[in-house]
């Protein structure tokens, strides 16, 4: 049985940093893309990009500006996003996911695996 499992959501100050985990079980790990979204409410879930991304022909970049970075481990099934110099913009539940041959692709509907998402809150 596939899961996708993230951890290391909390409460934080502006300016501070927070790392979140991801842990894959129950697939090929190596064989994935694996991807970071983040939703806030009444708004869409979107793509969380560390830096400016290519996506088809459209451009886009992230808020995070370079702050967020995705690093994986496929030793360890598990993908992270760390996060620094938090706005409170960035307020959000934020979902790892899997997929097969998704490449860079940014909509939701293009992965096959989700995970229960873990809050992340940035005070002012």
């Known amino acids: 049985q596939v899961r996708l499992v993230e951890s290391g959501g909390g409460l934080v100050q502006a300016g501070g940093s927070l790392r979140l985990s991801c842990a894959a079980s129950?697939?090929?790990?190596?064989?994935?893309?694996m991807r970071w979204f983040r939703q806030a409410p009444g708004k869409e879930r979107e793509f969380v990009a560390p830096?400016?991304?290519?996506?088809?022909?459209?451009n886009f970049a992230d808020s995070g500006k370079g702050r967020f970075t995705i690093n994986r481990d496929n030793a360890k099934n598990t993908v992270y996003l760390q996060m620094n110099s938090l706005k409170p913009k960035a307020t959000a539940v934020y979902f790892c996911?899997?997929?097969?041959?998704?490449?860079?692709?940014?909509?939701?509907?293009?992965?096959?695996?989700w995970g229960q998402g873990t809050q992340v809150t940035v005070s002012s």
């Open positions: 129950g697939l090929t790990f190596s064989a994935y893309a």
């Open positions: 830096i400016s991304w290519s996506g088809g022909n459209t």
């Open positions: 996911c899997a997929g097969l041959g998704v490449g860079v692709y940014i909509t939701p509907s293009s992965y096959d695996y």
